[in-house]
Nanobody, 121 residues
Framework: QVHLVESGGGLVQTGGSLRLSCAGS????????MGWFRQAPGKEREFVAV????????SYADSVKGRFTISRDDAKNTMYLQMNSLKPEDTAVYYC??????????????WGQGTQVTVSS
């Protein structure tokens, strides 16, 4: 099973940008679709974005479409989430996951520990 570690979270003002990284170890991520999810306090974990094994197919939640971009660099065994035009409602713990091209977190087989993103108004 692959071990995933997220990084890049932090505190940013409304309208700002952050880039999250998800680094894999223990196994290559090359053959696995991967996704990003987030969970705000008191809310259920929700889908953010997913990317296919080749990186050629991507899908986004409506709430982030046009602002967030998912990408992957298999040579570095890393996936990214570029977040622009951030809003206070983007505040959440962000998790990366591997193993499925799905918007359901239960379909994935490996999860990271999460990284906190806080957007101040």
């Amino acid at each position: 099973q692959v071990h995933l570690v997220e990084s890049g979270g932090g505190l940013v003002q409304t309208g700002g940008s952050l880039r999250l990284s998800c680094a894999g170890s223990g196994r290559t991520l090359r053959y696995a679709p991967m996704g990003w999810f987030r969970q705000a306090p008191g809310k259920e974990r929700e889908f953010v974005a997913v990317i296919s094994t080749s990186g050629g197919t991507k899908s986004y939640a409506d709430s982030v479409k046009g602002r967030f971009t998912i990408s992957r660099d298999d040579a570095k065994n890393t996936m990214y989430l570029q977040m622009n035009s951030l809003k206070p409602e983007d505040t959440a713990v962000y998790y990366c996951a591997s193993g499925s091209y799905s918007s359901r977190w239960s379909d994935y087989t490996s999860w990271g520990q999460g990284t906190q993103v806080t957007v101040s108004s």
